[in-house]
Each structure stands twice: as C-alpha cells, then as structure tokens.
Nanobody, 117 residues
Framework: VQLQASGGGLVQAGGSLRLSCAAS????????MGWYRQAPGKQRELVAS???????NYADSVKGRFTISRDNAESTTYLQMNSLKPEDTAVYYC????????????WGQGTLVTVSS
C-alpha cells in the first residue's frame, strides 16, 4: 500500500485547510485510515481515524473543528481542518492499518501545516 498525502500549507489562525491522502496498491486489505501529526519536539499523535464502515474517532483537541472522511471510489481520505489554531502546527501523516492478521501499518510522507497567529 502506498499513501500520498497533500494539502498542507501556511494558514492564519481561524482559517481552514483540507488534507488529502490517496491510497494505492492492495487497499482492499486496509481496515482503518487515519491522520497523525507530529509537532516539533513532541511525539506523533493520532488526530483522527475512520474505519471501513465509517466510524470515526478524534483527538479531544480537534473535536468539533476537524472532520475526517473517505471517498472509497477514489481511495482517498480527507481531513477537513477548520478554526485552525497555532497549536495545530505540525507535520501531518496519513496512516493506513490492517487490523487483521498480518497486522500491518503503512505511512505516507508528511505534509506540513503551519498556522500563524
């Protein structure tokens, strides 16, 4: 499975961005898609995830501001980010997981999101 993330950039606080993650390869094996982020000097953390059935999970810090969605026909997962805050500044990584044996995790390259105050 290959993941191609895009959509990062520089935005002012209060603004919006939409990240995209295009998946290719053996995507039929993937159960969960997600977005993680890593700010300078901090550990990588889960931002949001979505299962094949559409169940979503969000970090408390982004609930009500971010929305994860997926277009199965296009094999693309999106992260709509609204009301951005400077603390959202990070490199955002697309993630795909197979939760059945063999459990496997795939990562896309990061895309930088910078929110200016």
């Amino acid at each position: 499975v290959q993941l191609q993330a895009s959509g990062g950039g520089l935005v002012q606080a209060g603004g919006s961005l939409r990240l995209s993650c295009a998946a290719s390869g053996s995507i039929f094996s993937i159960n969960v898609m997600g977005w993680y982020r890593q700010a300078p000097g901090k550990q990588r953390e889960l931002v949001a995830s979505i299962t094949n059935s559409g169940s979503t999970n969000y970090a408390d810090s982004v609930k009500g501001r971010f929305t994860i969605s997926r277009d199965n026909a296009e094999s693309t997962t999106y992260l709509q980010m609204n009301s951005l805050k400077p603390e959202d500044t990070a490199v955002y990584y697309c993630n795909a997981r197979r939760v059945t044996w063999p459990i496997t995790t795939y990562w896309g390259q990061g895309t930088l999101v910078t929110v200016s105050s």
